[in-house]
């Protein structure tokens, strides 16, 4: 399960970072030291949705707490012996994002966690869009209505499992939940809370009037708290959790970042400069603002992702297929030509990340997608490169029509 990685242990600058990772496809976990370096081993555990024809898309969130729990024991079990200070500062959780699991008063799920790919609210997409104005839903939430956010799944929920709404105390993001279970604290991120659909651009608040649309209340959703705001753990929770993992006694645990806003991180697109791409079956380009567009560009998304700063960013299909293509007639070779071209256009790229395999700018709700599913080709023409083009002059010229957030 674990595999070792380039910078030894011993060699780590604390303190130390302990960074956990939920995918579609498997739970992961590093630590990284002061100067971000991966130290010492990562542990990965393989886990995949739970998927059916009528648009099912879901996964058990305690399979995801139990693995994320054992990914804990074997990272922090080779720092037990460290002198105080020099272990675990900080604890960092990132999932794929559209989650949600309906939790009771005591925090136990209600439903399974469905994920981004669940489309079995296409009806409630269509209710939603003829009785609101889907521009000014987009304009307010920087959110288009859509099968991956939370309005239409919770309008679905309501009328599928009413007894589950009945008995719903709160609506939580994977994250939110296997965090909770850890350290008691009921909080989301502010860019996992984004990702609902449910969060005002401008203020970084829940947006009221479409939490209303939803069919919830306010009080049925998580505190937000900004990337600079660790969650404040009670003193015996504390304990308990320096007891489990005495590696961890002095570390702050932060609320949970979605995965397209810690892919742009990881890849050092975080600022204007730099376009962050994902590039997988399908694809999404993203760019970290610090101005809030006054009007966002047609078919584009924006999250809010902190006090400060907000991610832009559009997804196309058939991504896989348009690189194939490139490369069969462009014939770039591997190695430094390449990195130092997409250096050149200020590109950064990924490999492939879940938030990219959702049709976020399709007008229809659709079932699950498979990054898996058929290979690209080197038959296909270019057409998706227009489109990449277009995306990627709105995404440049966006920061340039702002005002300060």
């Not at 794929?96 to 409630?124: H, N």
């Not at 909080?187 to 809370?193: E, I, L």
């Not at 304990?239 to 949970?256: K, M, S």
């Not at 190695?335 to 590109?347: C, L, Y």
């Amino acid at each position: 399960m674990a595999a070792e990685f380039e910078i030894a242990l011993q060699d780590a600058v604390p303190p130390l970072v302990l960074a956990l990772d939920v995918g579609s496809t498997a739970s992961r976990g590093m630590i990284y030291d002061a100067h971000g370096r991966p130290a010492g081993r990562r542990a990965k555990v393989a886990h995949g949705f739970t998927v059916a024809p009528d648009g099912t898309s879901v996964i058990d969130p305690d399979q995801v707490l139990e693995e994320l729990s054992s990914i804990v024991d074997e990272l922090t079990g080779t720092l037990e012996d460290v002198r105080p200070g020099e272990g675990i500062a900080g604890v960092a959780l990132d999932t794929f994002a559209s989650s949600l699991v309906v939790v009771d008063g005591d925090g136990r799920p209600l439903t399974p966690c469905f994920t981004y790919a669940d489309g079995r609210c296409g009806r409630q997409v269509e209710s939603l869009r003829e009785e609101l104005v889907e521009a000014e839903v987009q304009e307010r939430t920087g959110a288009r209505i859509h099968s991956s956010y939370w309005p239409a799944r919770l309008r679905w929920l309501a009328e599928d499992q009413p007894e589950v709404v009945a008995g719903a105390a709160h609506y939580l993001s994977l994250g939110d939940y296997v965090l909770r279970a850890l350290t008691g604290v009921l909080a989301t991120g502010t860019s996992s809370a984004a990702w609902t659909g449910l969060v005002d651009r401008q203020t970084a608040d829940w947006s009221a009037p479409d939490v209303a649309a939803a069919g919830i209340r306010l009080d049925q959703l998580p505190p937000i708290r900004h990337l600079d705001q660790p969650l404040d753990i009670a003193p015996d929770r504390a304990a308990e959790l320096a007891e489990r993992w005495p590696a961890l006694r002095d570390a702050r645990w932060f609320a949970t970042v979605a995965d397209g806003f810690a892919a742009n991180v990881g890849l050092g697109a975080g600022d204007e400069t730099t376009i962050g791409a994902s590039c997988a079956t399908s694809g999404a380009l993203r760019v970290v603002i610090r101005q809030m567009p006054d009007t966002l560009p047609p078919g584009l998304w924006c999250y809010r992702v902190s006090h400060d700063r907000a991610l832009l960013g559009g997804a196309l299909n058939d991504v896989g297929r348009a690189l194939s293509w490139a490369d069969a007639t462009l014939r770039v070779e591997e190695g430094e030509d390449r990195e130092a071209s997409a250096d050149a256009m200020g590109v950064a790229a990924e490999p492939a990340a879940s938030e990219a395999s959702r049709p976020a700018t399709s007008d229809a709700a659709e079932p699950a997608t498979n990054d898996a599913a058929e290979p690209a080709t080197s038959e296909t023409s270019g057409p998706a490169a227009g489109d990449t083009d277009d995306l990627s002059r709105a995404l440049m010229a966006a920061p340039q029509d702002t005002t300060p957030l």
